[in-house]
Nanobody, 124 residues
Framework: QVQLVESGGGLVQAGGSLRLSCAASGLTFSSYAMGWFRQAPGKAREFVAAISWSGGITQLADSVKDRFTISRDNAKNTVYLQMNSLKPEDTAVYSC?????????????????WGQGTQVTVSS
């Protein structure tokens, strides 16, 4: 059974940092591109970051490009999202997803597996 389990969310003040983790099991992790997505209350889920299976290709949404970093450790079957200089508008449920390619992650046209999500709340 495939599982993606996010952790690291919480409450932080504006300007602070958080590091999210997504631990995968039940799949050949190194064969999948991985992504982070977020959904704020009343809004559609949006793409945040993507990373290729090898970690050699990364893409970030324009809204987070200068503040967030995505990375992965295939030995630990884990993908990370380092979030710095957090803003109140970053408040959302953050989920990870696994897909065949970075393009699929970015366009969300065929995410194979989803995690349940972790809440991130940024206070002003």
């Amino acid at each position: 059974q495939v599982q993606l389990v996010e952790s690291g969310g919480g409450l932080v003040q504006a300007g602070g940092s958080l590091r999210l983790s997504c631990a995968a099991s039940g799949l050949t992790f190194s064969s999948y591109a991985m992504g982070w997505f977020r959904q704020a209350p009343g809004k559609a889920r949006e793409f945040v970051a993507a990373i290729s299976w090898s970690g050699g290709i990364t893409q970030l949404a324009d809204s987070v490009k200068d503040r967030f970093t995505i990375s992965r450790d295939n030995a630990k079957n884990t993908v990370y999202l380092q979030m710095n200089s957090l803003k109140p508008e970053d408040t959302a449920v953050y989920s990870c997803g696994a897909a065949a390619t970075v393009t699929v992650v970015i366009t969300r046209t065929g995410i194979t597996y989803w995690g349940q999500g972790t809440q991130v709340t940024v206070s002003s």
